[in-house]
């Protein structure tokens, strides 16, 4: 699971598809998040980096995270169809 | 060193449903290779950028297309005797079919334009975007022309609603059914006449292309944009560029195959499955083309040099994420202008 290579992140969590011209804001979570998989970062790799920073357990983690990652695919932010 | 050149243009309507005379002024200011002066060429009295600061040099009142094509370039002629013109630049849909006819008269007499030709302007017409389609590979929406309200009950059987109702050279509604259809039929066909056109609706989002082609083929500048707020007329109030590939590719094919000659904008809608369709294809400037200059394609500046026959460079790049926001301003002036416009027919 990867993010778009073009997808530009600022330090105050701005996000900015430049393909479609959308734009988001993100909390820190999600920055974090997003910085990882910019990195390529495997689920096993996000899931530990996240759970040893903040207190949550990993089943619910997942949960969240996966969440996460439909929203990023109906943002068309995720590179699985790349049309770039 | 600067050129001293005098460019008349049309499309001084800074309104809430501009023209382009403006933007596509402010790229010609803006251009190191000329020193211009701007005729601007008005079609009513109230036209904003006529009484705008560092806009105009001088104005002069035109003739509307509707009047006769032989009018209206009569008139320029006129105009060119007291005050030559080096270029001219049109700026709307309805009076290209003049200028282009005229083209030859033009330039016999000393005014260069950069126009598509007839045939170019012609099968792009939205009544004829099908068949566009077929010839260049593209993927249009189904359309239908109609020229008698009782083909209103008919539409049924072609067409799933909501479907889209426009004009020929401007406008567009959505219509949910037979009654919408009805009522844009008769406010369409009253302001720009018949055919209205018929077409399928294709869910998504708009994103347009503003380009110039050199009429070879190539393309000499292209800058994606999606719109970011939509006035009621259904104009761009603010827009954004884009990095995608796909649209500009998208964009050199059809000026390639075209070999289309002058501005253009591509309009066109993405689905959500990521297909293209091309709704409409203007043939001219787009009034926010000064994005594309503040992103580092001076596309006004380039039409000028192609139509004064200088060699222009592609322009490939341009800066992704630059964003427009229109916005409205009070200008005062003085009744003694107004008049000077109204009695003179200059100013």
């Not at chain 1, 993100?26 to 996000?46: F, M, P």
Request: net charge negative; proline share 4%; charged share 30%.
């Amino acid at each position: 699971m990867r993010l778009k290579k073009n997808i530009a992140v600022s330090d105050t969590g701005f996000v900015f598809n430049p393909t479609t011209g959308d734009s988001f804001s993100i909390n820190q979570v999600g920055q974090e998040i997003i910085r990882l998989l910019k990195e390529e970062k495997s689920v096993e790799e996000v899931k530990s980096n996240i759970t040893s920073v903040y207190e949550i357990d990993a089943s619910s983690f997942e949960k969240y995270y996966f969440d996460f990652l439909s929203m990023l695919r109906q943002f068309e932010l995720l590179d699985e169809e790349d049309e770039h | 060193m600067s050129i001293k050149i005098t460019v008349a243009l049309t499309g001084l309507n800074n309104t809430d449903n501009p023209g382009p005379g403006v933007p596509v002024i402010r790229g010609i200011r803006e251009s190191a290779s000329f020193d211009a002066r701007i005729l601007g060429l008005a079609y009513e009295n109230l036209e904003p950028a006529i009484y705008m600061d560092g806009v105009v040099d001088k104005t002069f009142q035109v003739p509307y297309p509707s009047e006769g094509s032989d009018v209206l370039v009569k008139r320029i002629l006129e105009i060119h005797k007291k005050d030559p013109i080096d270029v001219l630049i049109p700026n709307f849909d309805a009076e290209l079919y003049a200028f282009m006819r005229s083209e030859r008269v033009l330039e016999q007499a000393g005014i260069h334009t950069f126009l598509p030709t007839l045939e170019q302007f012609e099968e792009r017409h939205k009544s004829n975007l099908p068949e566009y389609g077929k010839k260049y590979d593209l993927a249009v929406p189904f359309s239908k022309d109609i020229t008698r309200i009782d083909e209103i009950g008919k539409l049924k059987d072609e067409f799933d609603y909501p479907l889209m109702v426009k004009g020929k050279f401007y406008d567009a509604y959505l219509a949910y059914n037979e009654e919408q259809v009805r009522m844009n039929y008769n406010k369409i066909s009253a302001k720009w006449g018949l055919p209205v056109i018929i077409q399928e609706f294709i869910k998504g989002t708009e994103v347009n292309v503003v380009a110039l082609g050199d009429g070879k083929g190539n393309t000499i500048g292209a800058v994606p944009m999606r719109k970011q707020f939509i006035t009621d007329k259904g104009k761009a109030w603010s827009g954004i560029t884009l990095d995608n590939k796909k649209l500009l590719d998208l964009t050199y094919k059809i000026i390639k195959a075209t070999k289309w000659r002058g501005g253009m904008e591509v309009e066109l809608v993405k689905t959500h499955k990521n297909e293209l369709y091309i709704i409409e294809i203007n043939p001219r400037i787009p009034a926010w083309v000064y994005l594309a200059v503040g992103a580092g394609q001076n596309l006004p500046e380039a039409l000028v040099k192609l139509a004064l026959g200088m060699e222009v460079e592609p322009l490939k790049d341009y800066e992704v994420g630059k964003m427009f926001i229109r916005y409205s301003y009070d200008l005062i002036t003085d009744l003694k202008e107004f008049e000077k416009l109204s009695t003179l027919g200059e100013l």
